[in-house]
């Protein structure tokens, strides 16, 4: 047991960790056996009953509901999805933009959020990178940015290159305040940093499910406020209908869409990782994602203080307020390093300041001491060794 909840109880459903040392959770997470289990129970039902369809789909949107409660959001307020990138380009093209206008953006953030608004430029919509200014990312970056023009501002929540966690208060206060759209790629924080979408003053959330979701990729979840009913989707399907026709005959005259995010959801959804995600969730609901960021924190005081000795420099943000719980940097050569921790059976990702070191729920401070331990063991590596010693 840790101060926050018994990790090594969580951690027996990730044989993973027997194999290897996995920090590796912000580019994905292994599967949890509870959860390989419900894709089992679902491929059963696929090739012994096909379902029922309609059984699934009940299932679909009791996980709806649980996803909802997960974020503080009401279960119409949700749309499953593919991915973030699905998200992001959903929430682009649904804003009301014309030639002239412009939207912020993060300098640096991920490409999946960035292309989905670069697109816009066909459409005379100019693109403004943000670059971050300091350790804090709150609204302050962004207010001198804002002009006549600028219709929204789109931003993770946490970055995935160096793990600063963006106030997203304190950036919808703004949008509110400027009348601005406020869009927010949550990938690398669903399941990881509690996400209140109401006291986030976010407009529409995209996230994929295959990181603090513990899902395997494919399966995506949009947030859209229930307010704005402007938002009209580029796509179109039978399933953002409000009244589907019964005989499956399209007719013109019946193109009402769902008043919710489901007018955005276009055709069958991911049903096994639906399923998938309904164990995941009964997981993490059984820790609680706000124990799980403090237990990830703590893993980084102890990550922190172990490079600190070591005198490798922490890319990102240091303060316990400013990072997110499970993303740090170590400035150190990406690609010579990511060879010789694959060597030793340690999974972390090349990033394009160093080397990505992300925990996961289920790693422990033994496993911060034996990275520690197999960085030693290169001493010669390390760029500042010698000032250190
Ligand atoms: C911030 C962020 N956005 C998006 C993605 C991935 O996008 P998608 O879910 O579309 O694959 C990642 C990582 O894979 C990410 O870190």
Redesign the pocket.
Known sequence: MTRHYDVAAIRRQFSVTERLLYLDS??QTPLATSVRDALMRFYREGSETAGPKPVWLDRVEQVRARVAKLLNAQPSEIAFT?????GMNIAANALPLTAGDNVLLVEG??P??AYAFLNLRRRGVEVRFVPISGATARAEMFAPHIDGRTRAISL?H???HAGHRFDLASIGALCAERGLYFVV?A??STGVVPLDVKASGASLIG??C??GLLVP?GL?ILYCRQDLVELQPAYMAMSSLADPPGDYIARADNMALKPGAGRFEIGNVNLPDIHALDAALSLIESVGVAAIEAHLQDLGDRLIEHIDALGIRLVGPRARADRSPHIYVLDLPAQDWADYLASRQVRVSPERDGIRVSFGLFNNAGDVDRFAQILTERRDMLPRARDVA
Not at 82 to 86: A, H, I, L, R
Request: hydrophobic share 15%; no cysteine.
């Open positions: 912000a580019h593919k991915n973030t990138s699905e953030d991920h999946n959020n993770s946490v970055t995935f790629d990938m690398q996230s994929g295959h990181k990729q995506g």
